[in-house]
């Protein structure tokens, strides 16, 4: 079964630093970027970056440039989305996605979500 | 947001409606569309010209002209109800962009 696993939700205060993760199985890890996906409490979807786990390529919104990181480590098929500095704003839900069907932009594999909540 | 939906819209079961998405990108690109019910992932349910995933249902079709993609649901069930997403490349081709959301209602 193709699916990503993301790892649990974190409880975090302002100003630390997190590291969340999305593992992929089932399929060739390093054939299709890993996307990653911000949802703010009651709010829509943003693009937040990807990745090319052949290479490490990244591409971030420019919003979230500096201040979140994507890496991947291809030997474990693992993404990963980090932050040195958390804000209050950052809590929300984050998914990881990937296009298995083909098309770079078409999200048909999802993990199930890792909830941040950043809160002094 | 670089696509633009409207943020609410119903429908009446058993009937057709369509929800859109605008932007200038899709003047370039396809617009893909996405299923979200509350405390889900978003499910993938058109993508291309118009291809479903396996498991979609055939009541779901797309279309598009200028810039403007539609998401056709004919003959709405009371389970379509959702909150669904449009996304595509940005206007430079390098990003992604997704569109505000379109909460639909069936009645």
Same mark, same amino acid.
């Given at each position: 079964?193709?699916?990503?696993?993301?790892?649990?939700?974190?409880?975090?205060?302002?100003?630390?630093?997190?590291? &969340? /993760?999305?593992?992929? @199985?089932?399929? #060739?890890?390093?054939?299709? =970027?890993?996307?990653?996906?911000?949802?703010?409490?009651?709010?829509?979807?943003?693009?937040?970056?990807?990745?090319?786990?052949?290479?490490?390529?990244?591409?971030?919104?420019?919003?979230?440039?500096?201040?979140?990181? &994507? /890496?991947?480590?291809? @030997?474990?098929? #693992?993404?990963?989305?980090? =932050?040195?500095?958390?804000?209050?704003?950052?809590?929300?839900?984050?998914?990881?996605?990937?296009?298995?069907?083909?098309?770079?932009?078409?999200?048909?594999?999802?993990?199930?979500?890792?909830?941040?909540?950043?809160?002094? | 947001?670089?696509?633009?939906?409207?943020?609410?819209?119903?429908?009446?079961?058993?009937?057709?409606?369509?929800?859109?998405?605008?932007?200038?990108?899709?003047?370039?690109?396809?617009?893909?569309?996405?299923?979200?019910?509350?405390?889900?992932?978003?499910?993938?349910?058109?993508?291309?010209?118009?291809?479903?995933?396996?498991?979609?249902?055939?009541?779901?079709?797309?279309?598009?002209?200028?810039?403007?993609?539609?998401?056709?649901?004919?003959?709405?069930?009371?389970?379509?109800?959702?909150?669904?997403?449009?996304?595509?490349?940005?206007?430079?081709?390098?990003?992604?962009?997704?569109?505000?959301?379109?909460?639909?209602?069936?009645?």
């Amino acid at each position: 079964e193709v699916q990503l696993v993301q790892s649990g939700a974190e409880v975090k205060r302002p100003g630390e630093s997190l590291r &969340i /993760s999305c593992k992929g @199985s089932g399929y #060739t890890f390093t054939a299709y =970027w890993i996307t990653w996906v911000r949802q703010m409490p009651g709010k829509g979807l943003e693009w937040i970056g990807r990745i090319d786990p052949s290479d490490s390529y990244t591409y971030y919104r420019p919003s979230f440039e500096g201040h979140a990181t &994507i /890496s991947v480590d291809k @030997s474990i098929s #693992t993404a990963y989305l980090q =932050w040195n500095s958390l804000k209050a704003s950052d809590t929300a839900m984050y998914y990881c996605a990937t296009p298995i069907v083909g098309v770079r932009y078409a999200f048909d594999i999802w993990g199930q979500g890792t909830m941040v909540t950043v809160s002094s | 947001s670089e696509l633009t939906q409207d943020p609410a819209v119903s429908v009446a079961l058993g009937q057709t409606v369509r929800i859109t998405c605008q932007g200038d990108s899709l003047r370039s690109y396809y617009a893909t569309w996405y299923q979200q019910k509350p405390g889900q992932a978003p499910i993938l349910v058109l993508y291309a010209k118009n291809d479903r995933p396996s498991g979609i249902p055939d009541r779901f079709s797309g279309s598009s002209s200028g810039n403007t993609a539609s998401l056709t649901i004919t003959g709405a069930q009371a389970e379509d109800e959702a909150d669904y997403y449009c996304n595509s490349r940005d206007s430079t081709g390098n990003r992604v962009v997704f569109g505000g959301g379109t909460k639909l209602t069936v009645l």
